[in-house]
């Protein structure tokens, strides 16, 4: 399956220094890219933690795109992922066009830690992904795949009972499989109609929300 790439990095931030601060070092010491220091001042504000932009202003083979960069758990200031990729030129990036700019930003920014005095991490997330990525756990895995093969998935109660049982494993491993994700994997890998695949990504979505109500009530 296709997928977005998605980046996360670790920075080891002291003695003060800030994201926009990093981000400013990396764009100086790296060819192509530029910090926009209003645009990142106007988006962390916004964001209400730490954000910024760098954007790939003259990166040979790229499209002009601001990778957007924010903090997501204010109980881990140090961790940062990539929300979006902004096209400047153009109304849209197509999916090859932002996995080759995130690509170039998460290999350029590895090689900038690597030669700068701030240390971190980066990772990334791979642009063709099998089941074991989208659903990690072997357990819930396994479920998916009981489910997936039955004769009759979305039609038969004995089948549709299947897919609850992965819901409430989904629920009780604190999976991340993201719903969005299976249902994609289904149409575009299991040649699924669009439609029977929405649905499924609607179970998945209304049984997690209902089993956290009922831990809480």
Same mark, same amino acid.
């Given at each position: 399956?296709?997928?977005?790439? /998605?980046?996360?990095?670790?920075?080891? !931030?002291?003695?003060?220094?800030?994201?926009?601060?990093?981000?400013? /070092?990396?764009?100086?010491?790296?060819?192509?890219?530029?910090?926009?220091?209003?645009?990142?001042?106007?988006?962390?504000?916004?964001?209400?933690?730490?954000?910024?932009?760098?954007?790939?202003?003259?990166?040979?083979?790229?499209?002009?795109?601001?990778? +957007?960069?924010?903090? !997501?758990?204010?109980?881990?200031?140090?961790? @940062?992922?990539?929300?979006?990729?902004?096209?400047?030129?153009?109304?849209?990036?197509?999916?090859?066009? $932002?996995?080759?700019?995130?690509?170039?930003?998460?290999? +350029?920014?590895?090689?900038?830690?690597?030669?700068?005095?701030?240390?971190?991490?980066?990772?990334?997330?791979?642009?063709?992904?099998?089941?074991?990525?989208?659903?990690?756990?072997?357990? #819930?895995?396994?479920?998916?795949?009981?489910?997936?093969?039955?004769?009759?998935?979305?039609? *038969?109660?004995?089948?549709?009972?299947? !897919?609850?049982?992965?819901? #409430?494993?989904? @629920?009780?491993? *604190?999976?991340?499989?993201?719903s969005?994700?299976?249902?994609? $994997?289904?149409v575009?890998? #299991?040649?699924?109609?669009?439609?029977?695949?929405?649905?499924?990504?609607?179970?998945? /979505?209304?049984?997690?929300?209902?089993?956290?109500?009922?831990q809480?009530f």
């Amino acid at each position: 399956m296709k997928a977005h790439v /998605e980046i996360y990095l670790r920075l080891d !931030l002291a003695d003060g220094k800030t994201l926009h601060d990093v981000l400013r /070092e990396f764009a100086s010491q790296t060819e192509g890219w530029t910090f926009p220091l209003e645009s990142s001042l106007d988006y962390q504000k916004g964001h209400g933690a730490p954000a910024g932009f760098v954007i790939s202003d003259s990166v040979k083979g790229l499209e002009r795109g601001a990778v +957007a960069i924010a903090n !997501l758990d204010e109980k881990h200031p140090n961790r @940062f992922h990539v929300p979006n990729i902004v096209p400047r030129e153009c109304s849209h990036l197509s999916l090859n066009q $932002y996995n080759a700019i995130g690509t170039a930003f998460a290999k +350029a920014f590895q090689r900038f830690l690597k030669s700068s005095k701030t240390g971190g991490v980066v990772k990334v997330t791979k642009p063709d992904k099998e089941l074991a990525d989208i659903i990690q756990g072997e357990k #819930c895995r396994r479920l998916f795949e009981a489910w997936l093969h039955s004769p009759t998935p979305i039609s *038969h109660p004995a089948d549709v009972e299947k !897919l609850y049982v992965f819901i #409430c494993a989904l @629920f009780r491993y *604190h999976s991340d499989a993201r719903s969005y994700e299976i249902e994609k $994997y289904l149409v575009e890998d #299991c040649k699924w109609k669009s439609g029977d695949a929405r649905f499924v990504a609607s179970e998945i /979505e209304k049984g997690l929300t209902l089993l956290k109500i009922n831990q809480r009530f």
